[in-house]
């Protein structure tokens, strides 16, 4: 077993390893679980950077352990998988900072580090799966994962929210699984392949194919929270900051929108999708999430669940973009992948920061907050902007692309989706950042911790600026080498091959 | 060592050791984990041989059937033997701290040699190569488990104990009747004789209904179920961690190898079917009692009806492979590890709260940390998610209902796992629950040793690691299995 075998192993037990340590530390053995936590994710970016280096070269890494006769446990990493585990590797570092500033002083530690690092672990795992089973046993290890996570503040609310994230994913799981015995009883192993290969199984077999392809998309909805399986997104914010900051932009609604790209480049292959006629379906349901999600969110008045509808639209992007067949929309939902981490994890930092530092929870008690928080409210006020599509940012890039990609393939109605989803956006963003910076304060804050020399403790300072730097980079830089659209359009020229 | 010898030696051992710790209590606990750590010795080395050499076979004494004891041993009953050993040693290695509790007065002293011959009969039956040996080794399980159940001497426990002995000798009954009837028409009672002979005539199928019916009434197929939870849960944790998790296997095994070595099992496919239909029903049935529970021990309980039902099915959807079969047996294993996991979970939670109520668990993931992960973990297991050996049984089960068109087995199944979520994570998310340390005052809890807290992660880690080296038992399974080629072979 060399190295090629090795490394995707590897980048899973970075996470994993660690993980299980931090179990058996216990609670008191503080310094250990930082120099843990910090060390796995400084080991995993290396190891990613020198996977990404390799794949750029069309090096193939690929391990695979026979389990029974019929069923592979399998690893590989495509450029797909690495535009994934690039994110998470990053995001989690930036998180695992943040994190230890934000729970500084609350028990359970080492509980909450464990699961945190077993979820990343399980993220990585859907990244690199190369069949479909692999990708099921990590996918419902990472709902078992947060679920600790969701329910960790152990208050009426969060076990309520824990149980509704439970009901959800888990029906969803059990669909997923009936889907991939049927599809694996048909076709046998379901690897993924560039372009798919269902086309060639046979006409008789459309007809379950679309049945299939219909589970799978609910399998797979339920965590990317397609409407109207989104019901447990809202409900499981009740879990702290850095929890929320992952679940949203890296772990879970993100597997769930990996899932479906993957099952339609991958499993069916886009223009066989097309052929079914089953992504219009996808792409309506897609439009109507986008849509829905953003209205829901100008009536919320709680922050984070503000930022959970926003979640809901904005990640379904990635499903319109997949759903489109055509090589400029695929890009644009790929590549919003990355873009709506790293805008959505700025927010929930902010969010975060506002209520550790000030108990600020709701959109109401924002006025004039931008004085007291200038770094965490410019950071907000980017992230906010590249939602909207302001360009230069991430958001932008994005949109533009879909826009383009849906007129190409002669979709007009969805640059109409696109433009009403916008102009909800801003709806719901921008009356905050007009009272965060213009508006001036009501009075004292609720609960002003005043943290030290900076305007919050510096290590929930820095992961916010960081990912809003980036925000701007990633749309300014589009075009250099090693960009995330440079990188989405690597793997759609293989996908799109002829 | 001959693998013959580990053959006798998985008999007499257990058997002359329960003697022993019977007479000379002060020996009885060193006695029973030696025995029971010789045991995995042995178990292990008669799954070498019989993966390296094939099936086995051994004439006790030279005399040979159809006088003679005939002791057989394939896959699948190395398979058994293996996961008897297993679950045994962890049991037996958690039960001294149980038992040291100040409440269970004397029962501890019979709970050795009890378990001792616990291991001599279900081995002896694993290995029993004709009908009348299995009906001796049932009747001995039988008993040890009657005095197993009753052995916390509380009136719940004995009327449990006396309701299970009238349903197990009422089956027991059945079965030897089902017994009698093929010798009088065989005149033979070794397994591969009355296999040869077999004829489909009304006495057979007469014997086949009997027989079966006592095998159903002691591994608890819904509706004969309802014995069992009241019993499972009365006992002494260790002791409903040997029930749920060996004791019923054996009455299943015996089912499972009658039906498909010796009776034509392709004339019984509406047998097959109703048993299917039953089985089914109890994953139903049982997943919904256990959430209703509000004691932690018959949710538990409840849950072992759940999952017999997962292997009644096996009768429906084995159609001229072994996927069935084989996914049927892996899950028979995969719930002895888990659920003697979630027992012994439980008996720890109960021996620390003195109650095994479900409300009082609020806060135990940070009291009793260790002992919660272990059931969260058998509870992935129960529910059959990945990587756990639950999880692939399933997977090959689902498989067979979809490939041969039975939608609606394969939509119980999904929703069984649905259901063990519900019951699974009732408890798990009660063990979350902040209690308010100002509000309420602090839960006096018993410390529990750490051979408590850490025989039960072993074990649910074990239903895991099935899951990911499946391939070991997979390929020890097609030893001797039906349908497969190998199982013409026989003995080299």
Sequence with gaps: MNLDHLLPLMVVASSLIPGLVIFALGEQRKTARTILNLGGASVKLLLVAMMLWGVSQD????????????????????????????LSAVLWFLTTIYAIGYLENLPHCGRFFGFFSLCVAATSGIALSA???????????????????????????????????????????????????????IVGPVEFVVGGFLESAGHEYRNTFRWIFALLIVGFGVKAALVPLHGWLPEAMVAPAPVSALLHAVAVVKAGAFGIV???????????????????????????????????????????????????SQV??????????????????????????LMKITLFFAAGNLAETLGIHEVSELNGVGRRMPWTMSAFTIAALGMIGVPPMAGFVTKWLLGSGAIAAGQWWVVGVLAGSTVLNAIYFLPIVYATWFKPPDGPWPHDHGRGRFETHLLLLIPPVLTAISVVLVGLLASMPFSPLDWARLIVEREYRP | MTPELAMVGLITLPLAAGIIAFVVRRVAVVLTIVVASVQIVLAGHLAHSVFYQGRLRYEVGGWGAPLGIDLYVDGLSALMLLMTALVGLAIVVYSPSYFAHPRSHHSGEYFWPLCLFLFASLNALFLAGDLFNLYVTLELLTLTAVALIGLAGTVDA????????????????????????????YGTVDLHLLATKFQFDLPSRCSIVLIAVGLLLKTALFPLHYWLPPAHAAAPSPASALLS?????SSFYVLLRLWFDVFPYADLRLVGHLLGVLGATAILWGSIQAIRQTHLKLLVAYSTVAQIGYLFLVFSLTVETTMAWSGAVLFAASHSLAKAAAFLAAGSLKYAHDSDRIDELAGAAQRQPVTIFAFAIAGVGLMGLPPSGGFLAKWMLLNSAVTSGRWGYALVMLSGGVLAAIYVFRVVAKSFENIDPIASCPVATRPISPWMQWTPLALAVASLALGVLAYLPLGLLEIGAPFSPTSGGGTP
């Excluded at chain 1, 999430?289 to 008045?301: F, K, P």
């Excluded at chain 2, 998790?245 to 296997?249: C, E, F, I, S, T």
Aim: charged share 10%.
């Design chain 1, 316 to 341: 379904s992007y990635i499903a319109l973009g997949a759903a489109i067949v055509g090589p400029i929309a695929t890009v644009g939902g790929i590549v919003h992948l990355v873009h709506q981490g």
């Design chain 1, 262 to 312: 993957r099952v339609v480049y991958d499993v069916f292959g886009v223009e066989f999708c097309g052929e079914l006629g089953v992504a219009t379906p996808l792409a309506i349901a897609a439009a109507v999430t986008i849509l829905y999600g953003s209205l829901r969110a100008v009536y919320q008045n709680d922050l984070k669940r503000r930022l959970a509808y926003s979640t809901i």
């Design chain 2, 245 to 249: 998790g060996l004791v019923l296997k």
């Design chain 1, 59 to 86: 090096h193939v890494y690929v391990v695979r352990f026979p389990i029974t006769q019929s069923i592979d446990f399998a690893l590989h990493a495509d450029p797909f998988s690495l535009l994934f585990v690039t």
């Design chain 1, 131 to 185: 069949n479909l089973l692999t990708f099921l046993v990590f996918y419902e290890m990472l709902t078992l994962t947060t679920y600790p996570l969701v329910v960790h503040r152990g208050t009426p609310e969060a076990i309520r929210g824990g149980r509704i994230y439970l009901a959800y994913t888990v029906s969803g799981g059990a669909v997923l699984l009936l889907a991939m015995v049927w599809l694996q009883s």
């Design chain 2, 158 to 185: 004995l009327a449990a104990a006396l309701r299970y002995l009238i349903v197990a000798v009422t089956a027991s009954l059945f079965f030897l009747l089902g017994v009698a009837l093929l010798y009088s028409s």
